[in-house]
């Protein structure tokens, strides 16, 4: 779960590990604690869980220096509390069945999307997304400098959890109160409404990814990340100008996806 690991030395003679694999062996130890605390609700902070979810979206910085904090006590960046993806999962789970009661879908309907939405849309895009961030990071952004440090891909993972979160609420919560009666009217009030709901979580999911990689003080450049912001923000504006309404593609193919 570390997203930094000193890979200075090599194997020494008298057969001590050497500090890059004293690293990854801490790390499993980690990785394998998290894990361990999934099963166990008492040991899970769910106030400060849920502290960060509310600062994820009033100001997302209060969370980082938070794990800036976490690496200067307990020596990882990461997560070693897996209360926030316990909270993040309720709220993907309830979220879901909201979606299904809109759309106006079965018992059986509603099972399936919310499998097809926790294993691939969130479990399964975001083993996607984070791979391919520790990649670039690793490969692009990290300083010459800084070579003895590398983005490990837990953290990737985490962040994307975080930039995740207020996309999932603003698209699976807010968005449900509106969809019926303005959104999937067919008017252009609907698709403004909609497709400015779908700016304003991808904007946030941008700008979430940018902050929790900025706030490795070994990366350089990470404000490439907020590059994509200029392709979203013509994209929304072709989509208003063609009378494209994302909202109802994405009902279309949940429904699709069910049948």
């Keep these: 779960m570390l997203p930094s690991t000193s890979v200075n030395s090599s194997v020494q003679g008298n057969g001590v590990l050497n500090s890059r694999d004293a690293a990854r062996h801490t790390a499993g130890a980690k990785r394998y604690k998290y894990l361990r605390r999934l099963f166990r609700f008492r040991q899970m902070d769910f106030e400060f869980a849920a502290w960060q979810m509310l600062y994820l979206f009033t100001s997302p910085q209060r969370v980082y220096r938070n794990f800036h ?12 509390d897996p209360a926030f993806l316990v909270l993040l999962s309720i709220w993907l789970c309830v979220s879901t069945v909201g979606f299904g009661f809109v759309l106006d879908m079965g018992f059986l309907e509603t099972i399936k999307l919310l499998l097809w939405v926790v294993f691939i849309d969130c479990v399964g895009v975001g083993l996607l997304i984070a791979t391919l961030m520790w990649f670039i990071s ?35 919560f807010i968005q449900l109160f509106f969809i019926n009666h303005v959104i999937l009217t067919d008017t252009f009030i609907g698709y403004l409404v909609g497709n400015t709901l779908w700016l304003v979580a991808v904007g946030y999911y941008i700008y979430v990814t940018f902050l929790g990689y900025s706030a490795l003080p070994f990366l350089k450049n990470t404000v490439i990340l907020l590059y994509p912001f200029a392709p979203l923000i013509l994209l929304y504006g072709l989509s208003l100008a063609l009378g494209w309404n994302f909202t109802h593609t994405l009902c279309s193919f949940y429904k699709y996806r069910v049948k």
């Design 69 to 80: 904090y976490r690496k200067q006590t307990k020596d990882q960046w990461a997560r070693d």
């Design 138 to 172: 690793n490969k692009y952004l990290v300083k010459r400098q800084s070579r003895d440090y590398d983005v490990e891909w837990g953290y990737a993972f985490d962040v994307h959890l975080n930039a995740f979160y207020p996309l999932l609420v603003i698209l699976h």
